[in-house]
C-alpha cells in the first residue's frame, strides 16, 4: 500500500504541476488574445493610414494632369501671343521710313529726339523742297537715328513713323523713283 500511495502523490505532484501548466497556459492565451486584439487595431489603423495616402496619390495623379493640360494650354496661348506681337512689330515696322544723309547735330553728345526732328523738317524743305507749312504741320509718331554711337565723318540713318498715312503720302511723292 505504501507503493500504491507513494504512486498516488506522484500522480496528485504530477498533476499539480499540469494544473500550473494549465494556469500559465490559460494566462498565455489571455495575453496572445490581447496582442491579436491589439495587432487587428494596429492594422486597421495602417490600413488606413495607406488608404488616405493612396487617395491623396490619386489626387496629386489628378492635379499633375491637370497642371499638365493648363501648362499645354499656357504654351499654346503664348505661341499665339508671340505670332501676334511678331505681326505687329511687322506690321509697325512697314510702316517706318528711313531716311540718310539727314546731318546729324552732336555738339551736346548725342542728338535728341526733338533735334532729329527739327533736322529731318529741315531736310525735308532743303531736299525735298517741302514747303515750311507744310513741314510744320507733318506730325511725327516716332522719330530717331538708327542705333549706335555716333562717329566722325558717318551720319546714322533716321527711322520715322508718322501719325497720319496723309503724311506718307505727302513725303513720299517728292521721291523720284
Known amino acids: 500500500m505504501k507503493t500504491i500511495c ?14 500550473v501548466i494549465e494556469k500559465r497556459i490559460g494566462g498565455m492565451e489571455t495575453n496572445i488574445k490581447k496582442l491579436w486584439v491589439a495587432l487587428d487595431e494596429r492594422i486597421k489603423k495602417v490600413d488606413d493610414r ?39 512689330q511687322s506690321q509697325s515696322m512697314r510702316n517706318n521710313l528711313m531716311f540718310t544723309s539727314v546731318p546729324e547735330d552732336n555738339a ?16 525735308f524743305e532743303d531736299a525735298f523742297h517741302i514747303a515750311r ?3 510744320d504741320s507733318i506730325r511725327f509718331e516716332c522719330v530717331h537715328r538708327s542705333p549706335g554711337e555716333p562717329t566722325a565723318r558717318k551720319v546714322r540713318n533716321i527711322v520715322i513713323q508718322l501719325k497720319s498715312q496723309s503724311y506718307e503720302i505727302i513725303v513720299m511723292s517728292k521721291f523720284s523713283f
Do not use: C, F
Not at 6 to 19: A, D, F, T
Not at 112 to 121: A, C, I, Q, S
Open 108 to 123: 551736346s553728345g548725342n542728338e535728341t529726339p526733338e533735334m532729329t526732328e527739327r533736322n529731318l523738317g529741315q531736310h
Open 50 to 88: 495607406v488608404k488616405w495616402v493612396e487617395d491623396k496619390v490619386d489626387g496629386a495623379d489628378i492635379n499633375a494632369a491637370r497642371m499638365v493640360s493648363q501648362i499645354d494650354e499656357l504654351e499654346k496661348e503664348r505661341e499665339a501671343t508671340r505670332d501676334d506681337v511678331s505681326y505687329l
Open 6 to 19: 507513494n504512486r498516488l502523490e506522484s500522480v496528485e505532484k504530477k498533476l499539480r504541476i499540469v494544473e
Open 133 to 135: 507749312e507744310l513741314v
